[in-house]
């Protein structure tokens, strides 16, 4: 059983471009959470979806970020016309539904805004 | 707002000793927290947790000390070995946010021989 796989593991993209970053959850979870690490920080919460479902985006910028969690595929945090300043690393969680327990992080995606 | 705050960068401690980490919260909403554990290019692993409703989880190496009134909770490891050098997070979240753990900014923990 696979954990959260997150790819890539590395994403480098120039000033401007798009950031596609990929979550797949663990089998059987279904709420996924994408976190943001800036450096010498925590992890700071962006947003939680369900399945086509997002329940809580308090965390996300206002622009250039969105976050889908389609009916099949994995979860996709994108963001538009990068910039420096979100150079970060990005994690993923899943866990099942409602449960504290099994609440698994990913390896991360780490992003260099170039 | 940082809600949760790890106020000791890094510790030191002897391979054997007892490791002690703290974190201090300032939401009273908060009822569940965690620690979690990482090592560079990895992502947190979780480690214990504790609801408000105790205030000490033991499990192995690793005890959880909660204390509401202070907004205070601590983690013990005893004894420390080499494998324990990482950075640990503090988080917590409220029941009627769940999902959204709020997360100090670690401690680097270094177990020297």
């Known amino acids: 059983n696979a954990g959260v796989m997150q790819n890539p593991r590395h994403l480098v993209r120039r000033r401007g471009q798009e950031a596609r970053l990929r979550c797949s959850p663990m089998k059987g979870h279904s709420h996924v959470y994408w976190y943001r690490q800036l450096p010498e920080e925590g992890l700071k919460f962006m947003v939680y979806l369900q399945k086509e479902n997002i329940i809580d985006e308090s965390g996300m910028p206002k622009e250039r970020f969105s976050a889908e969690f389609p009916k099949e595929g994995p979860s996709i945090l994108r963001i538009q016309q990068v910039v420096r300043g979100d150079s970060a690393a990005y994690f993923c969680?899943?866990?099942?539904?409602?449960?504290?327990?099994?609440?698994?992080f990913g390896s991360g995606t780490r992003l260099t805004v170039v | 707002d940082q809600q949760v705050k790890q106020n000791s960068p890094s510790l030191s401690v002897q391979e054997g000793r007892i490791s002690i980490l703290n974190c201090d919260y300032t939401n009273s909403m908060f009822d569940y927290f965690l620690w979690y554990k990482k090592y560079p290019a990895e992502g947190p692993t979780f480690l214990i947790s504790i609801s408000s409703i105790k205030d000490k989880n033991e499990d192995g190496r690793f005890t959880v000390f909660l204390n509401k009134s202070a907004k205070h909770l601590s983690l013990h490891i005893v004894p420390s070995q080499p494998g324990d050098s990482a950075v640990y997070f503090c988080?917590?979240?409220?029941?009627?946010?769940?999902?959204?753990?709020?997360f100090g900014a670690g401690t680097q923990v270094v177990v020297t021989p």
């Open positions: 988080a917590a979240c409220a029941t009627d946010s769940w999902g959204k753990f709020q």
């Open positions: 969680a899943s866990s099942p539904s409602g449960q504290h327990y099994g609440y698994t």
